[in-house]
């Protein structure tokens, strides 16, 4: 298969090969290639008519749904760049991400508007929102003067379709940093289109396959491994509004799907399902189905996003007779390495990089390559790379060296023939079920509280999430008698200001916080402490 210059270009060049394929399965709904293209056009000329501009940016604050990739499309076929948003972001990452990407025109869902609104007056560059009550049906409302119009997207009359062209930028996708303040990562068409090339290639992924997909569409995994994935190959997706195990589990038996992407914490909840039925004596998953891929023809399991450890690999293939395949990815590289489809899957390790790509280790002082085996930084090179974070050349000029290399901020080493093992990271990140939480940001809101005089965030290991957030405190003199059910007062101020999945799922007050002679809380010993606890 030939790479196509844009996502937008492979949707069309697949519908026009099978419109009437079936593209999209959500719920009860079913949609052809031909009508989702058809959708997208209509919000194409919808956009249009609004007057969005070649380049200007439209956030997607939206659950999964077929909205959702009928707007992706046709926001990408109007010109403009598609804002991702987490539907669960609250106001201090709504704030700071709806006004640094300039964002003009916001969609979302009546839920998710309600959450806009608690930030109405600080978001002065938003022109609209568009709130969609059902998948064709809306509001239009100027959000400088609140008055509101009907938005019905069969109503406009499509124009022919504008490609993209492949070095336009496709996609602002927010990283968090280490300073706090996440970053927009810079994803141009021909990024997303050689990624999904690649991917698409190394997995064996043809027209015949059916993904189940119940990632989140507002990051990468979801989108641009799942979606895009799908639409270059002419495939289909049954799209599920979140993960749940019982309903995955139920539809793996059902034997319609021929793959399952995921985080690490879906497989460990599948693996108790599977344990909660045996032992429930309901109908498991027989070891004849296992073998027989008839009536369960599931060929690609896939995990990334996070670290899946040995035992999950290994009682996975026990129960479900498939040995996972790992990959490794970014936000700002989308996937890098992956375990071979046809060969050795690895247990432990991130396997080589996708075709076309390049991964090496180098000293994490010196930047220089290192012999195999050596622990360093994992760098990426390659088409898939963005283009660097949105308004911000001092961080771009961090990552990047002279000569294109991207440094990802992991740790790991290669093996002499050529599985790449992630080892740790250099920064401070916590991943909570494939969710990034960057301690600085918890602890900037934390220390906004007068109960507390000082913070530090880390994580713990975790059987369900991989990891949990905590929080060690020390309280300021006055805060026993001023705020005696501090703890809950702190969980609830991170709910209301930050995405729900970044509280803290434990608090521990100290009387202070171990510090090296510089003065910076070394949070090691901290974690050695708490995990003996
Ligand atoms: C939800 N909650 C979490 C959480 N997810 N808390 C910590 N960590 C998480 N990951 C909280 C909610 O805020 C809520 O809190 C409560 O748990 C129940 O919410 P839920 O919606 O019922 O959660 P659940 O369905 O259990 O979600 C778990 C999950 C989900 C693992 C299915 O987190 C998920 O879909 N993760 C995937 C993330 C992902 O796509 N990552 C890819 C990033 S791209 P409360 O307080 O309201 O009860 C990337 C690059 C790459 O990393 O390589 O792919
Ligand atoms: P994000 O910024 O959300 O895109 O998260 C990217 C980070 O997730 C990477 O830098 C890694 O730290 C981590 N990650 C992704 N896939 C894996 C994996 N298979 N194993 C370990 N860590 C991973």
């Given at each position: 298969m030939q790479q196509p210059l844009s996502i937008v270009q492979a949707f069309h060049t697949s519908c026009e090969r099978t419109p009437e394929k079936i593209c999209l399965i959500f719920a009860t709904q079913k949609m052809s290639y031909a009508e989702l293209a058809q959708a997208a056009t209509c919000w194409a000329a919808g956009l249009r008519t609004?007057?969005?501009?070649?380049?200007?940016?439209?956030?997607?604050?939206?659950?999964?749904?077929?909205?959702?990739?009928?707007?992706?499309?046709?926001?990408?076929?109007?010109?403009?760049?598609?804002?991702?948003v987490n539907t669960q972001y609250r106001q201090v990452e709504l704030r700071h991400i709806l006004n640094d990407a300039g964002v003009c025109?916001?969609?979302?869902?009546?839920?998710?508007?309600?959450?806009?609104?608690?930030?109405?007056?600080?978001?002065?560059?938003?022109?609209a929102v568009i709130t969609m009550t059902?998948?064709?049906?809306?509001?239009?409302?100027?959000?400088?003067?609140?008055?509101?119009?009907?938005?019905?997207?069969?109503?406009?009359?499509?124009?022919?379709?504008?490609?993209?062209?492949?070095?336009?930028?496709?996609i602002i996708a927010y990283t968090s940093g280490t300073t706090g303040r996440s970053k927009g990562a810079m994803l141009l068409h021909r990024n997303l289109a050689a990624n999904s090339h690649a991917v698409t290639t190394a997995w064996r992924w043809t027209a015949a396959d059916r993904l189940l997909l119940t990632l989140p569409l507002f990051h990468v995994h979801g989108l641009c491994v799942g979606i895009h994935g799908t639409w270059l190959t002419g495939s289909t997706v049954d799209l599920r509004r979140r993960f749940d195990a019982v309903d995955v589990y139920d539809t793996l038996l059902q034997g319609n799907v021929t793959m399952f992407f995921g985080v690490p914490t879906m497989y460990t909840r599948l693996i108790a399902e599977a344990r909660r039925r045996t032992s429930a004596d309901q109908f498991v998953i027989s070891s004849e189905q296992l073998t027989s891929g008839v009536l369960y023809p599931v060929r690609l399991f896939v995990s990334g996003s996070a670290p899946?450890?040995?035992?999950?690999?290994?009682?996975?293939?026990q129960l479900f007779g498939q040995r996972i395949l790992e990959r490794y990815g970014m936000t700002e590289t989308l996937m890098n390495t992956t375990n071979p489809y046809e060969g050795e899957r690895r247990p432990g390790?991130?396997?080589?990089?996708?075709?076309?790509?390049?991964?090496?280790?180098?000293?994490?002082?010196?930047r220089q390559p290192v012999a195999d085996g050596t622990l360093g930084e994992i760098q990426i090179r390659g088409p898939n790379v963005c283009q660097g974070y949105w308004q911000r050349p001092d961080a771009t000029a961090e990552v990047f060296s002279a000569d294109g290399w991207f440094s990802t901020g992991d740790l790991g080493w290669r093996s002499a023939d050529g599985?790449?093992?992630?080892?740790?990271?250099?920064?401070?990140?916590?991943?909570?079920?494939?969710?990034?939480?960057?301690?600085?940001?918890?602890?900037?809101?934390?220390?906004?509280?007068?109960?507390?005089?000082?913070a530090a965030v880390l994580g713990l290991p975790d059987p369900?999430?991989?990891?949990?957030?905590?929080?060690?405190i020390v309280p300021t003199p006055t805060?026993?008698?001023?705020?005696?059910?501090?703890?809950?007062?702190?969980?609830?101020?991170?709910?209301?200001?930050?995405?729900?999945?970044k509280k803290p799922r434990q608090v521990f007050l100290v009387d202070s916080l171990p510090r090296n002679a510089l003065g910076k809380v070394q949070k090691h010993l901290l974690k050695e402490q708490l995990c003996e606890v």
């Open positions: 609004w007057g969005l501009q070649r380049g200007a940016r439209v956030a997607l604050f939206l659950e999964n749904s077929p909205t959702f990739l009928a707007a992706y499309l046709g926001i990408h076929m109007a010109g403009g760049v598609v804002v991702l025109l916001c969609i979302t869902d009546p839920l998710r508007y309600a959450e806009l609104q608690n930030v109405a007056e600080v978001l002065p560059k938003l022109l059902d998948w064709n049906t809306g509001t239009l409302e100027s959000w400088t003067d609140r008055r509101a119009i009907p938005w019905e997207v069969t109503s406009f009359t499509p124009a022919p379709i504008q490609f993209p062209q492949a070095d336009d930028l496709a899946l450890d040995i035992q999950t690999f290994e009682e996975f293939e390790t991130v396997g080589m990089p996708f075709p076309g790509q390049e991964a090496r280790i180098v000293d994490v002082q010196t599985y790449y093992t992630i080892a740790g990271r250099a920064r401070e990140l916590i991943i909570s079920g494939g969710y990034n939480v960057y301690p600085r940001e918890i602890e900037e809101v934390l220390l906004t509280h007068p109960g507390v005089a000082e369900d999430l991989g990891e949990r957030v905590v929080a060690v805060a026993s008698t001023a705020h005696p059910r501090l703890v809950d007062e702190l969980v609830a101020l991170c709910r209301v200001q930050l995405a729900a999945y």
